[in-house]
């Protein structure tokens, strides 16, 4: 009776030794957990910028006079020698010694200007030749399979890039003609005017295009050289945005530039002309002082992709870094700093096990891995401070 009393008086002692074991024994905490995978890695410098017409022109006054209010508004368009304004000279300033010698020196200044605007076309004429070149020895490489995509890409950018430029040097150009034909007539008119009925002088439009802003929208008194009118082409936009200038030397001329939340379906193409080579100090909203440069891009998509979008219109640029078709990634919330490197937890056999890691690079979501998991690993998301090397975890169920 004894033993059996003894034998029973065991069996209860280790059953509740396991009851309070178990109950005093820590419970795992309970982890978001995700698997290293491996996948594509697009990396980009995401900035608000704005669009705004590439080339801009600001139509002024050849001569002192009353200007007529004009009846053309923001938004019309406009084309070559269609009349925009009418002004009434002055004759006295006209007779002026002085007045003459100003515009004598705006006539010369307006021819010189003509001349640089030939040269420029020309020059940029060459370019496309060259681009054009270019392009024909690239496609007879691709044929053979001895150039890459990416460098056919290159290829067809700059030569893309060439011709918008001749477009551009021959807008200059019908600007600096109209410019000298009007400073040519001022001058005409200043030494011809004695003795002449009064007449009016009519401003035209020196491009195809559209009037961005009306300057003078009431009948004024306007000097040489007052602004008028800005003409402008919306079929030849650019995007630009400010971006720090350590984000900024990763960004290369032809870059692939992506453009959403501008207000229209879908997204816009673009492809980065230029970084500006000089920067700038602006304050954050956060009263931080940042180096920032403007990032140039010309628009891809044709004016009817993007109709509605205008001049100065508000817009969301991710411009295209670093494209990597396979890496090993691991989200980026799973990262933290153990000193000066980077680490995670790995789940192993229910436990937290603290894991050195190499990082590459990285977007706002995953980062690629180069030494330290492997694919399949399994590691802990947004680990707290109660998270250490070697607690017991447990992976929370997913919805």
Request: one cysteine or more.
């Amino acid at each position: 009776m004894k033993r059996r009393t003894v034998i029973g008086v065991s069996a209860a002692a280790v059953v509740a030794g396991g009851l309070v074991w178990t109950a005093l024994r820590p419970r795992p905490v309970v982890v978001e957990v995700e698997t290293v995978r491996p996948g594509p890695l697009r990396v980009t410098v995401d900035e608000d910028g704005r669009v705004r017409v590439r080339e801009r022109y600001v139509l002024s006054s050849p001569l002192s006079g009353t200007l007529l209010r004009p009846s053309v508004r923001a938004g019309d368009p406009c084309t070559p020698g269609a009349t925009l304004a009418r002004i009434v000279p002055v004759a006295p300033p006209l007779l002026d010694a002085r007045t003459r010698s100003e515009v004598l020196a705006r006539a010369r200044a307006a021819d010189d200007a003509a001349q640089r605007a030939e040269a420029t076309l020309a020059l940029a004429r060459n370019e496309l030749e060259q681009g054009e070149r270019n392009l024909a020895r690239a496609r007879q490489l691709g044929a053979a399979g001895s150039i890459s995509q990416e460098a056919m890409e290159r290829i067809q950018t700059e030569r893309a890039a060439r011709a918008r430029d001749v477009e551009v040097a021959e807008r200059g150009r019908d600007v600096a003609r109209h410019e000298r034909d009007a400073a040519r007539a001022a001058l005409l008119r200043t030494q011809d005017h004695r003795g002449q009925p009064e007449d009016v002088w009519e401003v035209t439009c020196p491009i195809q295009g559209l009037v961005l802003r009306v300057l003078q929208e009431s009948e004024a008194v306007v000097q040489p050289g007052t602004a008028l009118f800005e003409l402008g082409d919306l079929g030849a936009m650019e995007a630009v945005a400010d971006v720090l200038t350590t984000e900024a030397v990763a960004i290369r001329p032809g870059a692939e530039v992506v453009i959403d939340r501008w207000g229209g379906e879908g997204t816009l193409q673009a492809r980065v002309r230029r970084v500006e080579p000089s920067a700038f100090t602006k304050v954050s909203a956060l009263g931080v002082e940042e180096q920032r440069v403007n990032v140039v891009a010309d628009l891809v998509d044709l004016p009817e992709r993007r109709r509605g979008l205008g001049d100065g219109f508000r817009v969301e640029l991710h411009v295209v870094t670093a494209d990597l078709p396979r890496a090993l990634l691991v989200p980026l919330g799973a990262l933290f700093h153990q000193g000066e490197r980077w680490s995670v937890f790995r789940v192993e056999s229910g436990r937290a096990a603290l894991r050195p890691v190499t990082v590459g690079l990285h977007n706002a979501r995953v980062a690629e891995v180069k030494d330290g998991l492997a694919e399949g690993d399994t590691v802990v998301l947004y680990p707290g401070e109660a998270l250490e090397d070697g607690t017991r975890v447990a992976p929370r169920a997913r919805r």
